[in-house]
């Protein structure tokens, strides 16, 4: 058994953990952080990504030792404290881009660093790429995307650049 | 209820697209899904699962593995047979030609005697934690003599083939027809001409993204179990379970299916997992936990389609189809799921008359068990496979006689002024418009300048082609009586009880349940619209038995069909009520009380209540008519569908492929869908938009494919290929509605329109786009391999290569 510390959406936490304990069983089973999902076995499906030091992972990939010392933000972590969404997942509510809503924490994280990850802009296809790791099956991706796209301005703050179409 | 031909849309009421309820808690964490769920105290079972296909158990040996660290308890099929466990039940039962019932071999919770499918449980292990139990599993000792196995239909039924059940002669589980050979071969004596086609549907793995969980619980004060379990239809696995498996009376068992990450039909069946949890919780006193595991799921969760089909169509010389002859064999697996057998027969060949006014039909369907998983309902069950044939089918037809596959498709229409329309297959039709939604299909994907546009895609090497499907399903099984007598053993109506509160919020408490459908919006905005209350007024509870009276679950697009209208006769209940306190409290007649936007008014007056004022009449009764009026205001309704609903459309999609490397790439896709009344446009758009994808993944993607020795070769989503974001275009989404005549909300459901009409509509335009190269065919899926191959072999044997080279 491993000791680690870690900070998970902005708190500090401690936790034991077996050297094989993923990131994503230390945060559903200890953290009780139960918004990160498991929907496969093999790293494909993307339903458990979190950032951790401001990069996306996928939480069923990286084992929790690893995360000693990190910044870990989950889906719990977006929303400010009074419950107003963070504009990713507004823009998902806003364009219908979930239904069972179990890709959704993976899809919105992923979604955020599409976003942060292109400061001058985001194309349909450079977001359709861009979620190639990361299976939905309910809505057909399309206002998946097109949330996503309506993100950028308000993350950005800016309007999205017509020469980035 | 009120008037719905009224156009004017009201602020979450009936044709509005407020935002969706459920977002929040999905979109912030707040999700409770089963596998969110931790009772205390609990131990966490593993399955040991067969890896051949086909075996005979001699000997299993638990001493070391029970020895491991953390086990608990280790369970084999011998146990659960002292424990006189029965088998998890088929809920269908079908009778062959010859009047004989469909063979029906037990299907026990854990395997005894023999293995017959790659997956099949062996033994459940149960320990302190899930990696305990999976390291005891892997010290179990299992002797299996492998016994040849059939993986494949054409296989299963060649002379001398291994048999999956000693009881199944020739693999066969039964052998069904329906509708007039005689008439059928009349009609065929006279064609003119005959369209033939084989196709092969597809086995398809539904894969939900949330994988199945159960965990059973047991309180030994009051000798009550619960089961959380991942399914589409809580009320009906208490059922089966309760009665058929553990022997649980309903009072005992409760059965709570709290949110569910996707269904597809793939969580609709009760599985063995489910009952082995619950029946190991109250022999441990403690709760059970058992989580799937992608790779557990695709050798576990039912699979879908996998037929395999042989048609002719006789036509006369103005291309009027005369008679359509169908043979098909339909893979059932290894065991019989809970709704198999009716998927190929009562959900797939009544609708072989697709939109088409063929007046003679003959369908065959021999069911085969193969050493597979089981085979059951997926996302449109049974419709898809019909609508692929017969869109195909036209489409050689039209061929065939040189027409236009627009022309031969109107040539064939059933007429609007022939509705209600009597097939001769069983079904009654009442409802449909295929002119106008074919008409703006077309006109959305602009059909007319196809020709342009490959002559453009030839310039640039590549070969474009165009394909439709004209298709119409059957949804909200029903009315129970017909389907009891066509085999189902269960009845097909729904629930609802709409609890209005002293306040005058309301709790609407539905059988059916939601893993994606946005229920908890749409049924609110039903509500709100009929009673006239706030949408934010309205909860909608669903997937507890210990809440919800009764209910049928979520499945076949029946949700707001069949438990919208059970809601509606509710509403109507709560507002004949509301009429007796508002006339006792306005002192007038009942007969002179009509209730509109949630008003009570006294006819031709301007004296009225409103719906607040008569809610909290009824719980503080003290002026009120307490001699002929209960007090309360809280009403259930059950409601019995009197026929199937028929949505409909037409889908138009259009693709290039690459010459040089087979890929077949997505240009466009429309949908022009006729589901009859929408509640929630922005939710209709998603179901569509969700069902067209999966629909192209089994045109262009998707496969299940099993070796000859029955290993499931594609068995991860590394091998098995799920649509992803970069595969799919945007899809245009257009309605063209005909209300559905018998319910009273007109509705016809939306759920599996995407998947069914689809498919087809992807191979007719890849087949058109191989126009040049004599294909008349191509199955699904159509892989680069598949067309580089098909391209390759057309050169090779001399066809034309593409103009522009």
């Known amino acids: 058994m491993a000791q680690i510390n870690l900070t998970v959406n902005g708190k500090a936490a401690h936790a034991e953990v077996e050297s094989r304990t993923l990131l994503v069983e230390l945060l559903r089973d200890q953290l009780h952080l139960t918004g990160t999902h498991v929907g496969c076995d093999t790293s ?122 | 209820m009120n008037d719905m031909s009224n156009p004017v849309i009201i602020k979450g009421g009936i044709g509005d697209s407020p935002k969706r309820t459920e977002d929040h808690r999905f979109l912030s964490g707040k999700g409770r899904y089963t596998d969110d769920i931790n009772r205390p105290g609990q131990a966490y079972a593993y399955f040991k699962r067969s890896d051949v296909a086909h075996g005979v158990i001699k000997s ?14 280790i369970y084999t099929g011998e146990d659960i047979a002292k424990a006189g466990i029965g088998g998890v039940p088929c809920g269908w039962q079908l009778h062959s030609k010859d009047g004989s019932p469909m063979v029906e071999p037990p299907h026990p919770i854990l395997a005894q005697g023999k293995v017959r499918y790659v997956g099949d449980a062996i033994a459940m292990v149960i320990a302190e934690t899930t990696e305990q139990a999976k390291d005891a599993a892997e010290a179990l000792v299992i002797d299996i003599e492998t016994l040849p196995a059939v993986s494949e239909m054409r296989a299963a039924t060649a002379p001398g083939a291994a048999l999956v059940h000693d009881a199944a002669a020739g693999n066969i589980c039964f052998d069904w027809h329906i509708g007039d050979k005689a008439a059928v071969d009349a009609a065929f004596a006279t064609a003119f001409k005959i369209a033939k086609i084989d196709v092969v549907n597809n086995r398809l793995i539904p894969n939900p993204m949330e994988p199945r969980a159960a965990i059973g619980d047991f309180d030994q004060s009051s000798g009550e179990h ?135 039909i003959y369908g065959e369907v021999k069911a085969i068990f193969t050493n597979t998983v089981p085979v059951d309902a997926y996302r449109g069950a049974g419709r898809p496979e019909t609508t692929f044939l017969l869109e195909r089918l036209v489409d050689v037809a039209a061929k065939e006689m040189g027409m236009d596959r627009v022309a031969i498709r109107r040539r064939n229409f059933i007429p609007i002024d022939a509705y209600p329309y009597q097939t001769p297959v069983a079904l009654m039709y009442d409802s449909g418009n295929h002119e106008a939604t074919l008409a703006r299909c077309m006109e959305i994907a602009d059909w007319n300048g196809f020709e342009a546009r490959r002559a453009a895609a030839a310039q640039r090497g590549k070969l474009r082609g165009i394909g439709m499907s004209t298709y119409l399903e059957a949804c909200g099984i029903a009315p129970s009586a017909v389907a009891g007598a066509l085999g189902a053993r269960a009845g097909l109506y729904e629930v609802a009880n709409v609890r209005v509160h002293p306040t005058g919020s309301v709790t609407v408490f539905t059988g059916t349940h939601s893993h994606g459908q946005g229920h908890e919006t749409t049924f609110a905005q039903l509500v709100a619209d009929q009673l006239g209350v706030p949408f934010e007024s309205v909860e909608v509870v669903h997937g507890d038995t210990a809440k919800i009276p009764f209910g049928m679950g979520t499945y076949g697009s029946r949700s707001l069909a069949v438990g919208g209208s059970a809601m509606v006769k509710a509403m109507d209940k709560i507002i004949a009520k509301g009429k007796k306190i508002a006339a006792h409290l306005m002192e007038a007649a009942v007969d002179d009380i009509e209730f509109k936007d949630g008003k009570f008014t006294v006819t031709g007056t301007d004296k009225s209540k409103s719906f607040a ?25 059950f409601y019995d569908p009197k026929n199937f609903t028929y949505p409909g459309g037409c889908h138009i999609c259009e693709v290039e492929i690459d010459p040089e490397t087979g890929v077949v790439q997505l240009i466009a896709f429309t949908a022009v869908d006729d589901i009859g009344r929408v ?91 191989l126009r040049d190269y004599g294909v008349t065919h191509v199955d699904m899926p159509a892989t680069a391999q598949k067309i580089w191959s098909i391209i390759n072999a057309g050169i090779n044997a001399g066809a034309p290569r593409m103009a522009a080279e």
């Open chain 2, 226 to 360: 619960t089961l959380y379990t991942t399914s589409q239809n809580p009320h009906v696995i208490r059922l089966l379970m309760g009665a058929f498996v553990l022997q649980i009376p309903e009072h005992k068992l409760r059965v709570v299916a709290p949110d569910v990450g996707g269904g597809f039909g793939a969580k609709i069946f009760h599985y063995i997992e489910e009952a082995a949890v619950t029946w190991a919780a109250a022999k441990l006193n403690r709760p059970v936990k058992w989580t799937c595991e992608r790779g557990e799921a695709f050798i576990t969760d039912a699979h879908g389609r996998d037929h395999i089909t042989h048609a002719e169509l006789a036509m006369a010389e103005d291309g009027k189809f005369l008679g359509l002859r169908v043979n098909t064999m339909a893979n059932m697996g290894a065991y019989l799921s809970t709704f198999a057998p009716s998927v190929p027969t009562y959900l797939s060949a009544t609708l072989l008359a697709g939109v088409y006014t063929t007046p003679a």
């Open chain 1, 44 to 165: 494909q499906c993307g339903a458990c990504v979190v950032s951790v030091d401001g990069k996306s992972v996928k939480s069923c990939t990286m084992l929790a030792v690893q995360a000693e010392g990190a910044q870990v933000i989950t889906i719990e972590g977006l929303a400010a404290a009074d419950g107003t969404l963070h504009p990713m997942q507004e823009m998902f509510r806003e364009h219908h881009g979930l239904q069972c809503g179990f890709c959704t924490p993976g899809m919105v994280m992923s979604g955020i660093d599409l976003v942060e990850s292109h400061p001058d802009g985001l194309t349909e296809q450079q977001i359709r790429e861009g979620l190639e790791g990361n299976i939905c099956r309910c809505t057909g991706y399309h206002n998946i995307v097109k949330a996503i796209a309506a993100a950028w301005p308000l993350m950005h703050d800016k309007q999205m650049p017509q020469a980035a179409e």
């Open chain 2, 60 to 73: 299993i040996d638990t001493t070391a593995a029970a020895a491991m660290p953390g086990v608990v308890a």
């Open chain 2, 679 to 769: 509640i929630n446009p922005m939710i209709v758009h998603g179901q569509v938009h969700g069902g067209v994808t999966q629909g192209i993944g089994q045109a262009l993607l998707e496969h299940a494919i099993y070796d000859e020795t029955g290993q499931l070769l594609s068995g991860s989503l590394m091998d098995y290929t799920m649509p992803r974001a970069d595969n799919i275009v945007n899809i245009h989404v257009g309605t063209e509605s005909t209300m559905c005549t018998h319910n009273p909300l007109g509705a016809k459901g939306v759920g599996e329109v995407g998947a069914i009409g689809s498919p087809p509509a992807v191979i007719n335009a890849v087949v058109d786009a």
């Open chain 2, 613 to 637: 004022e008569i809610a909290i009449t009824a719980y503080v009764p003290h002026n009120y008519p307490i001699e002929e009026v209960e007090p309360g205001l809280d009403e259930t309704a």
